[in-house]
């Protein structure tokens, strides 16, 4: 039987208040905190132990401790490590498993280093549907804590399908290695789902426009999208969760009325384009599908509802308000 582990959660957001569901499925014991109070009742009536301050999670998490961010990339994490990170002891392990910069990473360990307390990035996929599903875990930083930590990993990912010969990625959860490591391995994965959605919604965007009156009569198809969506998630070569989502989407709007197609970027797209400048790769459909999501917020077409449609399905990112 696997080690039960107490693990405390900063941040329960869309995904952070149920990956804590997930670990207590799978018997191990959550600290949690977060602005909202009406988020930490929730997880308290679930059986978490609730925090109302960054004293009372560290007061309320076991030594040596295990501290998950799970907040948005840049200055509040940063925010997060310095209410925490004073009162920790020598071992215990801060857990930054949002989309945050690699590089900055490396800044985060070092100064933590000084002190005593390790550092683990830990890249995430799973989003909404993570709580089922599972969630994909790359993880960077010291190779120490990460191996202690294996029975939260272990978890928190979906699990294998089939044997592993003991390979914990079949499992859904791989050490990337040094620091900065995780989010770079996650950075590039959200660089590729860029190019993905991008392709997935010109296609639809295509299929659309096929009934354009300009066309010749002989070769106009008013063709019905979402079963489209449908037959290509049986057995296509281009079926994909991506795909799912776009065909749930088609299914519940098929003019896809509820989204303006004003397309945000969270930052990882454009770091894998500074990457692949950095070390001199011709990454031309990453770099096009994000300047695609620049243009939309000037102009909106089909192909970028579907995008705004595929964002909001996996994520449960919203489009910006002022864009209603």
């Known amino acids: 039987m696997a080690e039960v582990m107490q693990l405390a959660m900063v941040g329960l957001g869309r995904m952070g208040a149920n990956m804590v569901r ?165 950075m590039v994965h959200n660089g590729i789902e860029y190019g993905l959605m991008q392709a997935y919604a010109e296609g639809f965007d295509i299929l659309k426009q096929a009934r354009s009156e300009t066309l010749p009569p002989e070769i106009r198809y008013d063709l019905p999208m979402a079963d489209v969506a449908e037959v290509w998630r049986r057995g296509s070569v281009i079926s994909s969760f991506l795909l799912d989502l776009a065909a749930a989407a088609l299914a519940g709007d098929p003019d896809l009325g509820q989204y303006t197609g004003f397309v945000e970027d969270s930052g990882e797209g454009r770091w894998t384009v500074i990457a692949a400048i950095e070390e001199a790769v011709p990454a031309e459909v990453i770099s096009a599908s994000l300047l695609a999501r620049f243009r939309s917020r000037k102009t909106h077409t089909f192909a970028e509802k579907m995008l705004s449609a595929l964002r909001h399905g996996f994520g449960g990112h919203v489009e910006h308000p002022t864009t209603r």
Not at 50 to 74: C, D, F, H, N
Not at 90 to 112: E, H, M, P, T
Request: some cysteine.
């Open 22 to 186: 997930r670990l207590m499925r799978g018997g191990h014991s959550g600290v949690v905190q977060a602005r909202d109070p009406e988020r930490i009742r929730a997880l308290a009536a679930e059986g978490a132990t609730p925090a109302a301050s960054p004293e009372e999670l560290i007061a309320r998490t076991a030594a040596p401790r295990a501290i998950w961010l799970m907040v948005p990339a840049g200055a509040p994490v940063d925010e997060a490590i310095g209410s925490v990170a004073g009162r920790l002891s020598q071992g215990d392990v801060i857990i930054d498993g949002g989309n945050s910069y690699f590089k900055d990473d490396v800044r985060r360990a070092q100064a933590l280093s000084a002190r005593g307390i390790r550092f683990l990035d830990v890249g995430t996929s799973g989003g909404v549907l993570g709580l089922d599903r599972g969630y994909s875990l790359m993880i960077g930083g010291d190779g120490e804590a990460a191996q202690r930590l294996s029975p939260i990993f272990e978890a928190l990912a979906p699990g294998a399908a089939e044997k592993t010969n003991g390979r914990t990625a079949s499992r859904g959860y791989l050490y990337c290695g040094p620091v900065g490591a995780g989010h770079f391995v996650k």
